[in-house]
């Protein structure tokens, strides 16, 4: 079974440029959610889909971002207009969801690397 | 405001010896804690987890400790092996009578055991 997949594994960009991340979760799986890991610091939560609805979206930092979830497969953030200190590891993950007990797993993708220049 | 700790940013150890790595939170509305092993250019992968109804819960080699009155739990490896050297990333979550069980990372501790 294929893992959770991202693309591209690192982008450079400039200042002021607009940058999308794509998420692929595992099969089947609907919750997704976006984490983000500035250099130094801890990984931090920016929102959670459950199929395409947003769930919580309380970790976004400022309206520059935007996550989408077409369909309630792949899920897109776009970063526009792309500041400094946007730069950092962007992760993905996604798990099957609620089956009345305590939360399942969230798999992890192997991160987008941004750097703003 | 930081609400989960790992105050040892690295730990280093024998191979075949137990490494020990702690965690504490102060939210004490979590009730779900996760450690996940991370290598270079990877994502955080899932070890082991423990509800807050449990105190202890064991995988092989790993073991969680939960102890809720003093918001801290730990992680065991035992035996270690050089295939454990990572950084390990201590979780948390609110799952009771929610559906949004984001995670609140560590910042991480970085696991080295030497052959």
């Known amino acids: 079974e294929a893992g959770v997949t991202q693309f591209p594994s690192h982008s450079v960009i400039e200042k002021g440029q607009t940058v999308t991340l794509r998420c692929d979760p595992i099969?089947?799986?609907?919750?997704l959610y976006w984490y983000r890991r500035v250099m130094g610091k801890e990984i931090k939560f920016l929102l959670h889909f459950v199929k395409e609805s947003k769930q919580d979206e309380s970790g976004m930092p400022n309206n520059r971002f935007l996550a989408e979830r077409t369909g309630g497969t792949y899920s897109t953030l776009k970063v526009q207009p792309a500041e400094l200190e946007d730069s950092g590891v962007y992760f993905c993950?996604?798990?099957?969801?609620?089956?009345?007990?305590?939360?399942?797993?969230?798999?992890f993708g192997p991160g987008t690397r941004l750097t703003v220049l | 405001d930081q609400q989960v700790k790992q105050n040892s940013p690295s730990l280093s150890v024998q191979e075949g010896r137990i490494s020990i790595l702690n965690c504490d939170y102060t939210n004490s509305m979590f009730d779900y804690f996760l450690w996940y092993k991370k290598y270079p250019a990877e994502g955080p992968t899932f070890l082991i987890s423990?509800?807050?109804?449990?105190d202890k819960n064991e995988d092989g080699r790993f073991t969680v400790f939960l102890n809720k009155s003093a918001k801290h739990l730990s992680l065991h490896i035992v035996p270690s092996q050089p295939g454990d050297s990572a950084v390990y990333f201590c979780a948390a979550s609110v799952n009771s009578g929610g559906s949004n069980y984001k995670l609140t990372f560590g910042k991480g501790t970085l696991l080295t055991v030497n052959p």
């Open positions: 423990i509800s807050s109804i449990k």
């Open positions: 099969s089947g799986h609907d919750n």
């Open positions: 993950a996604s798990s099957q969801g609620f089956t009345g007990g305590w939360a399942d797993t969230q798999y």
